[in-house]
């Protein structure tokens, strides 16, 4: 990534709105390969919903945290202008 | 939106394929995944690179609010974590690994899959979307009880592309810039973050 980094800078001037292209093309393609991988797989497929309820717990545990401390900041900045 | 519902269809149509034994599962043995997560990460860099003007923007944000990408990074991390504590059958780190896909879905879950595993790729794919999703929704919410910051640290990684609108809606216009500088920096912390949880 990193090198590709160096590889835009250096061709900022070229249109390389190509590049955004196959950026999606290749999500598509490792998407389409890790359902594969998912719908071959019995043990998966049969835990579904016990994976879906782990995956929405993250999210929840994910969110409060960040908006706690977003909110905190929040409180900080006004307080600082407020001064 | 749109692009968002082509993505999840790629991968619900190679469920269905995968789960009927269409395409034989010797298709999944070679490295195709590998080399095509290199050019992802490859084009990805491009594309950040090549952008100085986006970079040159961010020098006008107030220095405070600057900090609020690593609270949203930390936020997750921790809240991840203690989810992690609680759930039986899943390690803290696992959990800290798909919290901090932070909401950029088709990375995290294809970086997760290949090094964790289908499992747990999964599981990074259907939260990292909700969180999306949840973002979207419940902005306002967010505006109301925890300030005009929290609608763009729950939108994690996205704030720079799909959940940019919603932001300005709530937050107000003059957070675009700020929105943009917390999507990027976030967007950029996604594959060394997860990379990190994958290796613990």
Redesign the interface.
Known sequence: ?????????L??KRN?SF??K???V????????????????P???S??GK??V????????????????????????NK?KAQ | MR?SL???S????????????V?P?S??EGD??FY??G??????????????ETLKSFKKI?P??L??PL??V???????????M??PG?SVVD?MA??SGLGYY??S??FI?EFKG??L????????I??EL??LLLAPL?VK??????P???G?ATTMDTTLPIIMKFSGKEYMVLSVFHGFVTDLSV?FLVTLFCSI
């Not at chain 1, 990534?1 to 800078?9: A, K, N, Q, T």
């Open positions: 990534m990193l090198l590709g980094i160096g590889v835009g800078y061709f900022r390389l590049i955004s196959v950026i999606t290749l999500i598509w393609i490792l998407l389409f390969v890790l359902g594969l991988e998912v719908g071959s797989n043990q998966i497929v835990n579904l994976l879906g782990d995956a929405i717990l993250i999210t929840v545990g994910a969110l409060l945290g960040s908006i706690t401390l977003a909110a905190l900041l929040w409180k900080f900045v600082t | 692009s082509i993505i999840v790629f991968f619900i149509l190679g469920s269905l394929l995968g789960y009927f034994g395409v599962t298709f999944l195709i995944s095509a997560l050019a992802l990460m490859f084009c990805v860099g491009i594309s950040l690179g090549s952008d100085p107030n405070r609010l900090l609020l609270l949203t930390v936020g997750t991390l921790v809240g991840a974590a203690i989810v992690g609680l759930l899943r959990s798909v919290g088709s990375l879950s294809i899959t289908a499992e790729g999964t599981i990074a794919l259907l939260s990292n909700s969180r949840l973002a967010f009880y925890f300030g005009k910051l929290a763009i640290s729950a994690g594959p």
